[in-house]
């Protein structure tokens, strides 16, 4: 016996029908404005190219978009199509899982649905899913990064990147890892870190081979240390 009384099942038939006839009359526009013939076809050319390949562009994304929803459109009508197939047979309301009845709540708010909450969440396709490409994927440099490793120093993936970087890219200060940078070279990965020598002070003070003739090289790492005034009485007049 249905737990749902003839009031109820009278609404839930209406709003299936309503829903129905909706997607019929998409149908129908469909085949009204040509959206159901091939690209070529409904240009009305030889050719689907002309003198602007942009626009072919254009017409093949929104043709691609027309698939996907009309996609989309025919599953839910075979859905309304099989829902009200289960009224007529008097088997409309049951969960197809557990054989207990789906509420009337639920119903009318998913009136296609042919499982419990309970049993609805443990089979949607994407509930537990996760992209195949996360089997295979790590981190960024995962496979080749030796950062974690105290006692590797070698060149990596990390330091290939970081050098390819810092002749530009597409991003903006905003999305620098340093919410302090404040010029464009400066955005690359570990802009910072020192390279080729341990203490800042090696990489702007320099002598000829004899360790005369002292000089300084007034690079970024020597403006930064100048202004936290570390060593200025030493350094400058």
Request: aromatic share 8%.
């Amino acid at each position: 016996m249905n737990h749902l009384n003839d009031a109820e099942l009278q609404e839930l038939r209406a709003t299936l029908r309503n829903d129905q006839a909706e997607l019929q009359r998409h149908f129908d526009l469909n085949e009204q404005y040509g959206l159901d013939e091939s690209l070529g076809r409904s240009t009305g050319e030889l050719s689907a190219y002309d003198n602007h390949p942009a626009d072919l562009g254009s017409e093949l994304f929104e043709r691609g978009k027309d698939i996907a929803l009309d996609d989309k459109a025919r599953h839910e009508l075979e859905q309304i199509d099989q829902a009200l197939d289960r009224i007529d047979r008097e088997q409309y309301g049951v969960c197809s899982a557990c054989g207990e009845p789906i509420p009337f709540e639920r119903l009318l708010a998913v009136p296609t649905t042919t499982e419990c909450v309970a049993h609805a969440a443990e089979h949607m396709p994407f509930a537990h899913a996760r992209p195949v490409e996360e089997q295979v994927m790590e981190h960024p440099f995962g496979r080749n990064s030796f950062d974690e490793r105290d006692e590797e120093t070698e060149f990596d993936g990390e330091d290939a990147w970081q050098i390819v970087e810092s002749w530009g890219t597409s991003n903006t200060p905003a999305m620098s890892e340093d919410p302090h940078v404040s010029d464009y070279n400066e955005m690359y990965i570990e802009a910072s870190e020192q390279e080729g020598y341990v203490e800042s002070l090696e990489s702007f003070l320099a002598t000829d081979i004899y360790g005369g003739n002292v000089t300084i090289v007034r690079n970024r790492a020597y403006q930064d240390y100048m202004d936290h005034q570390e060593g200025e009485p030493l350094l400058e007049p």
